[in-house]
């Protein structure tokens, strides 16, 4: 059984920054690449940035240079950096992990995603 766990998410100030943890148990970790992808009230899932195995890394052009995917392998665990956040980063984000060791997959190829953690940003 695999579980993807997200935490830190919350609410932040425009400019401010929010580390976001997934916490994956079981194999699909070590086998392929993991993502975030956020998501607005009535609107598609976007992919925000992912990370193979290797730690290639991918980003969405509007989070480009302000946040960071990153991965454990050791701890099982992807993380993501935000800085400068904007009020346009309000969303909720979910981690997803894919079998395909690709950081940009469409939202299909991935097996399994977390529950999802609300990001609001006030300006």
């Known amino acids: 059984q695999v579980q993807l766990v997200e935490s830190g998410g919350g609410l932040v100030q425009a400019g401010g920054s929010l580390r976001l943890a997934c916490a994956a148990s079981g194999s699909i970790f070590s086998r392929g690449a993991m993502a975030w992808f956020r998501q607005l009230p009535g609107k598609q899932r976007d992919l925000v940035a992912g990370?193979?195995?290797?730690?290639?890394?991918k980003y969405a052009d509007a989070v480009k240079g302000r946040f960071t995917i990153s991965r454990d392998n050791a701890e099982n665990t992807v993380y993501l950096q935000m800085n400068n956040l904007k009020s346009e980063d309000t969303a909720v984000y979910y981690c997803?992990?894919?079998?395909?060791?690709?950081?940009?997959?469409?939202?299909?190829?991935?097996?399994?995603w977390g529950q999802g953690t609300q990001v609001t940003v006030s300006s």
């Open positions: 990370i193979t195995r290797g730690g290639t890394t």
């Open positions: 997803a992990a894919t079998r395909w060791d690709n950081p940009w997959s469409t939202e299909s190829l991935y097996d399994y």
